[in-house]
């Protein structure tokens, strides 16, 4: 952590000094344990902001990450009333406390929130990252100094003080679909890209649907489009699948437990697709290695495939891949409007973990 303190507490304050003196801000220190160096919410004054990025520069990390205490310490202080967002800025090393993944799970789905994680360095947990950060509805993204600290706080700031679409579900109807990922939308926010994988036999016409709420008003998005019967342009679609394929099934067994069947499944997708995961690995051999002890070289004949597609794409004009052209899903140019905040967000609270903790936030709209 040591390294990264100063990257960590540069970010913070020049997130700080962004904040409006209307809203407030809370800083919560923690190594071993958590205590809070604030007394309570502080009003973001000039001079406020000033005085706590004096205090902060002058703390060195020591100690342990007590990551639960910190985040248990932060989410105690919100209101009640009120929906919050919480930014988790952190390396991920849960290293003293409570450290089990359900428990943290269990702590965050207690309080109405939404958890947006920016991970700090390579030694992250990112299986407990991610597995909160889902049980929140929220998203999770790497950052690597002060810079990426700020703009993604703005950037989820953006984010929750924008409408959101939650509960997102699509369905796919007229041609039979399956292996569709990710099961579970949950929600999507401003300026966030669905993508979707999957298997569907058979081509032709299909009704595609997106549903959701926003702000608690049902919404639905429809069209309709030609599925091709086959597509040799983008091979490397195959492979895409099946990561995602092994992200969930990884994903699960990280939440509840290892799985004989899932360990299998992992281990048959990451042969198929010449994937490494935590079940398979790659080996270099010479090519006689190969021949001699029988070996298929299903993965060259993949890799072929992929790098003759590349060619010819790369020797013809783009392509505009728009399917719903004839019946836009989406006809609005803009984003939909600033409202009072992610699908009604009235509050936005900020935590920032590692020895330290920001916890800033809005005042409460009229």
Same mark, same amino acid.
């Given at each position: 952590?040591?390294g990264?303190?100063h990257? =960590?507490?540069?970010?913070v304050?020049?997130?700080?000094?962004k904040?409006?003196?209307d809203?407030? *801000?809370?800083?919560?220190?923690?190594n071993?344990s958590a205590a $809070?160096?604030?007394?309570?919410y502080?009003?973001a004054?000039? $001079?406020? @902001?000033?005085q706590?990025?004096?205090k902060?520069g002058k703390?060195g990390p020591h100690?342990?990450t007590?990551v639960?205490d910190?985040?248990?310490k932060?989410?105690?202080g919100?209101d009640?009333d009120?929906?919050?967002? @919480?930014?988790l800025? +952190?390396d991920g090393?849960?290293n003293v406390?409570?450290t /089990?993944?359900k428990?943290? #799970? /269990?702590l965050?789905r207690s309080?109405?929130v939404r =958890? *947006?994680t920016f991970?700090?360095?390579?030694?992250?947990n !990112?299986?407990?990252?991610?597995a909160?950060?889902?049980?929140s509805?929220g998203?999770?993204? +790497?950052?690597?100094?002060s810079?990426d600290?700020?703009?993604s706080i703005? !950037?989820?700031q953006s984010k @929750?003080?924008?409408?959101? !679409?939650h509960?997102?579900?699509l369905?796919i109807?007229g041609?039979k679909?399956?292996?569709?990922l990710p099961?579970?939308i949950?929600?999507?926010?401003r300026?966030q890209?669905? #993508?979707? *994988?999957?298997?569907y036999s058979?081509?032709?016409?299909?009704?595609?649907?997106?549903?959701?709420?926003i702000?608690?008003e049902?919404?639905?998005?429809?069209?309709e489009?030609i *599925?091709?019967e086959?597509?040799?342009a983008?091979?490397?679609? $195959?492979?895409l699948?099946a990561?995602?394929?092994i992200e969930? !099934?990884?994903?699960?067994?990280?939440d509840f437990?290892?799985?004989?069947?899932?360990?299998q499944?992992?281990t048959?997708?990451?042969?198929?697709?010449g =994937?490494?995961?935590?079940?398979?690995?790659?080996i270099v051999v010479r090519d006689g290695?190969?021949?001699k002890l029988g070996? $298929?070289r299903?993965?060259?004949?993949?890799?072929q495939?992929?790098?003759a597609?590349q060619k010819?794409r790369?020797a /013809?004009?783009l392509v505009?891949r728009?399917?719903d052209t004839?019946?836009?899903?989406?006809?609005?140019?803009r984003?939909t409007t600033r409202?009072s905040?992610?699908?009604?967000f009235?509050l936005?609270?900020?935590?920032v973990?590692?020895?330290?903790?920001w916890?800033?936030?809005?005042?409460?709209?009229?």
């Amino acid at each position: 952590m040591s390294g990264k303190y100063h990257t =960590l507490a540069e970010g913070v304050s020049r997130a700080l000094q962004k904040m409006a003196p209307d809203e407030r *801000f809370r800083i919560i220190l923690f190594n071993d344990s958590a205590a $809070e160096l604030t007394q309570g919410y502080t009003p973001a004054t000039p $001079e406020n @902001v000033q005085q706590y990025i004096d205090k902060v520069g002058k703390i060195g990390p020591h100690g342990s990450t007590n990551v639960y205490d910190g985040l248990y310490k932060g989410l105690k202080g919100l209101d009640s009333d009120r929906t919050s967002a @919480v930014l988790l800025v +952190t390396d991920g090393v849960a290293n003293v406390g409570v450290t /089990k993944q359900k428990d943290f #799970i /269990k702590l965050i789905r207690s309080y109405d929130v939404r =958890l *947006f994680t920016f991970i700090m360095g390579n030694s992250a947990n !990112l299986p407990l990252l991610t597995a909160i950060t889902d049980a929140s509805n929220g998203f999770a993204m +790497t950052v690597s100094n002060s810079d990426d600290i700020v703009g993604s706080i703005l !950037l989820a700031q953006s984010k @929750v003080t924008h409408e959101a !679409l939650h509960g997102a579900k699509l369905t796919i109807k007229g041609i039979k679909t399956f292996d569709l990922l990710p099961e579970k939308i949950g929600s999507l926010y401003r300026g966030q890209q669905l #993508i979707m *994988f999957g298997h569907y036999s058979r081509g032709g016409q299909a009704k595609v649907t997106l549903s959701g709420k926003i702000s608690g008003e049902e919404k639905i998005y429809q069209s309709e489009f030609i *599925f091709p019967e086959t597509s040799s342009a983008n091979p490397e679609l $195959e492979r895409l699948w099946a990561y995602a394929s092994i992200e969930q !099934l990884s994903r699960e067994m990280e939440d509840f437990g290892e799985d004989a069947d899932m360990k299998q499944a992992i281990t048959d997708l990451g042969v198929q697709y010449g =994937l490494v995961t935590d079940y398979t690995s790659m080996i270099v051999v010479r090519d006689g290695v190969f021949k001699k002890l029988g070996i $298929e070289r299903r993965n060259t004949k993949r890799l072929q495939r992929e790098f003759a597609a590349q060619k010819e794409r790369a020797a /013809k004009p783009l392509v505009q891949r728009r399917a719903d052209t004839a019946r836009p899903m989406f006809k609005s140019k803009r984003p939909t409007t600033r409202r009072s905040g992610g699908g009604s967000f009235d509050l936005i609270s900020l935590l920032v973990l590692l020895p330290l903790v920001w916890i800033g936030r809005r005042k409460k709209q009229a």
